[in-house]
């Protein structure tokens, strides 16, 4: 069947810009015929991670929740802010808890990251962050990133981006990560026959 990629906005504000650009990677990865679930940090409510809370009532619905999109998809995309040069919190917490539930789902998982941000230098330290979590966790991070500067004046009234170099950039990243999902996923199924 066709590659299941989980996009994932992890900003919780309703006006994120990384939620915008998450909903056009969702588009971009659509048009190749690809399924997409397109996930919002606000899908998966969970406390602050708390050792004490785990070892009372287990893992939060939350993170179960997260945990199953992520297992029933071949790869995830996550469009994230970069917060003082770093994860967001709130991201890091939602990876933490996630990593507690037995098989933990992000080893082997194919994951492409972008960012969204006003600065002028794009969010790329906080990608590099965020690579050094899901890296631990045996995720296969794509090699290439995808950080949008300047981000508010960066949408076109439609989603896309209004530079055509960026635009083109975007859709090359996006279809080079499908390809290498593509072809890894054929290979597996071709391992286990
Ligand atoms: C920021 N922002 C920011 N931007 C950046 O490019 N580098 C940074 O280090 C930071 N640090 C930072 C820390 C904190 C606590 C906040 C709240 C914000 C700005 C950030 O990129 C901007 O608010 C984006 O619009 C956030 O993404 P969303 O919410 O629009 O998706």
Redesign the pocket.
């Known amino acids: 069947g066709p590659l299941r990629v989980l996009v994932f906005g992890a900003?919780l504000?309703a006006?994120?810009?990384?939620?915008r650009l998450a909903s056009l990677v969702v588009r971009l990865i659509s048009d190749t015929g690809a399924t997409v679930d397109h996930a919002a940090m606000h899908d998966f409510d969970m406390p602050l991670y708390d050792g004490d809370v785990e070892a009372a009532t287990g893992l939060p619905n939350g993170a179960l929740a997260l945990r199953d999109r992520i297992e029933q998809s071949d790869a995830f995309v996550i469009s994230s802010?970069?917060?003082?040069?770093s994860v967001p919190g709130v991201l890091k917490n939602a990876i933490d808890w996630v990593s507690r539930v037995r098989p933990q789902p992000f080893r082997t998982k194919h994951a492409l990251l972008v960012s969204?941000?006003?600065?002028l230098?794009?969010?790329n330290?906080?990608l590099w962050a965020l690579r050094v979590p899901l890296e631990h966790l045996g995720t296969r991070v794509y090699p290439d990133m995808f950080s949008l500067a300047n981000?508010y004046q960066a949408f076109a009234e439609d989603g896309t981006l209004i530079d055509p170099g960026l635009r083109q950039r975007l859709t090359e990243t996006v279809t080079a990560f499908l390809s290498l999902v593509e072809a890894d996923v054929r290979y597996v199924c071709l391992e286990r026959r």
Do not use: K, V
């Open positions: 900003a504000r006006g994120s810009a990384n939620a802010p970069e917060y003082n040069g969204a941000s006003p600065s230098i794009g969010g330290r906080g981000c």
